[in-house]
């Protein structure tokens, strides 16, 4: 299985970012698709997550400036990033909670992850 993101980048304050993200292989059924970012440190922090079911919880700090949409039938996710701060700079990762078969347990597959710098 692989997750390979796409987009990041440069953007200046107030700006816009699309990311985006697919998964490929064996894969029977995915449970989730969401997107984590790590800015310098240690700790790594849920930005948006997308459950098979439609369900969708955002990190306080981008509801209402980030949109996570889910594409299942190519096992892909985006993040529409809008006003975008200098807080949001940071790597940001994609995560599937996928099943490669049908006798595998759910598991979490992480893509290499994409910069996001937001600044003037």
């Known amino acids: 299985v692989n997750v390979v993101e796409s987009g990041g980048g440069l953007v200046q304050p107030g700006g816009s970012l699309r990311l985006s993200c697919a998964a490929s292989?064996?894969?029977?059924?995915?449970?989730?698709m969401g997107w984590y970012r790590q800015a310098p440190g240690p700790q790594r922090e849920l930005v948006a997550i997308?459950?098979?079911?439609?369900?969708?919880t955002y990190n306080e700090s981008v509801k209402g400036r980030f949109t996570i949409s889910r594409d299942n039938a190519k096992n892909a996710v985006s993040l529409h990033m809008n006003s975008l701060n200098a807080d949001d700079t940071a790597v940001y990762y994609c995560?599937?909670?996928?099943?490669?078969?049908?006798?595998?347990?759910?598991?979490?597959?992480w893509g290499q992850g994409t910069q996001v710098t937001v600044s003037s």
């Open positions: 292989g064996i894969i029977f059924s995915i449970d989730a």
């Open positions: 997308i459950f098979r079911n439609g369900t969708i």
């Open positions: 995560k599937a909670i996928l099943r490669p078969t049908y006798y595998s347990d759910p598991g979490n597959y």
